[in-house]
């Protein structure tokens, strides 16, 4: 699987926007860009995919470089709930048949 | 969302013991997950299902085994468990229906202590 490169730790502040940045300069021109995260306690869960545009959901919007080897995740109004480890992922859409590859993600701090 | 259980939620064990987790889905999907993270990793993947019998080793198999012999169960056991065992186990269920979501859909864990 394709490396993706993220900073261990951010931190921002309540109500305001948040941008996660993922460095993935070898990625293949199949793979996706996934995002999860994991609240305190909890399993990962879904936030965001995309391939080569744009991509905006209710949870979040993710940039793609028009290269494609970086990608930023962009929580529009940062909540404390918010507060969490995301993790940028590559590959297939739905994955390999071999699950997703977990790097250690950044973990989000939300000061209220 | 894809109804997925694990059980027990929480267990402490001996070491030496044998362990089996239970992961339970709803909704038939072919592909099942055992992940194991622990302090400062990300999760790591223990072994995985593409269907009812089969199952491949993933990136940390060692010291555990697996059985699918439902589609709607996916059983991870410590043959003995060690210390070095002690984590928290997620499962996962790969959906490819909804290619909306991205994939992939994770159970709440169990937390696992080897004393």
């Known amino acids: 699987d394709a490396k993706t490169t993220q900073p261990n730790s951010m931190e921002s502040n309540e109500e305001e926007p948040v941008h996660l940045p993922c460095n993935h300069s070898?990625?293949?021109?199949?793979?996706?860009i996934h995002w999860y995260r994991q609240l305190p306690s909890q399993g990962p869960e879904y936030v965001i995919h995309?391939?080569?545009s744009n991509v905006n959901n209710r949870m979040a919007s993710l940039a793609i470089a028009e290269d494609r080897k970086s990608s930023t995740l962009i929580l529009h109004r940062a909540t404390l709930r918010d507060a969490a480890v995301y993790y940028c992922?590559?590959?297939?859409?739905?994955?390999?048949?071999?699950?997703?590859?977990f790097g250690k993600g950044t973990h989000l701090i939300i000061q209220p | 969302d894809a109804g997925i259980t694990q059980s027990p939620r929480h267990k402490v064990t001996e070491t030496g013991t044998p362990v089996t987790l239970r992961c339970h889905q709803t909704?038939?999907?072919?592909?099942m997950y055992w992940y194991r993270q622990d302090p400062g990793h990300g999760l790591r993947l223990i072994h995985y299902?593409?269907?009812?019998?089969?199952?491949d080793k993933g990136e940390v198999s060692d010291g555990y085994s697996v059985s699918r012999s439902k589609t709607e169960d996916f059983l991870l056991t410590l043959e003995s468990a060690t210390s070095s065992q002690t984590s928290v186990y997620f499962c996962?269920?790969?959906?490819?229906?909804?290619?909306?979501?991205?994939?992939?859909?994770f159970g709440s864990g169990t937390r696992l202590t080897v004393v």
């Open positions: 996962a269920i790969r959906e490819i229906r909804d290619r909306r979501r991205g994939g992939y859909t």
């Open positions: 070898t990625i293949s021109g199949t793979d996706y």
């Open positions: 995309g391939l080569t």
């Open positions: 992922i590559l590959g297939l859409l739905g994955g390999g048949a071999d699950g997703l590859t």
């Open positions: 909704e038939n999907h072919r592909y």
């Open positions: 299902s593409y269907g009812v019998k089969d199952t």
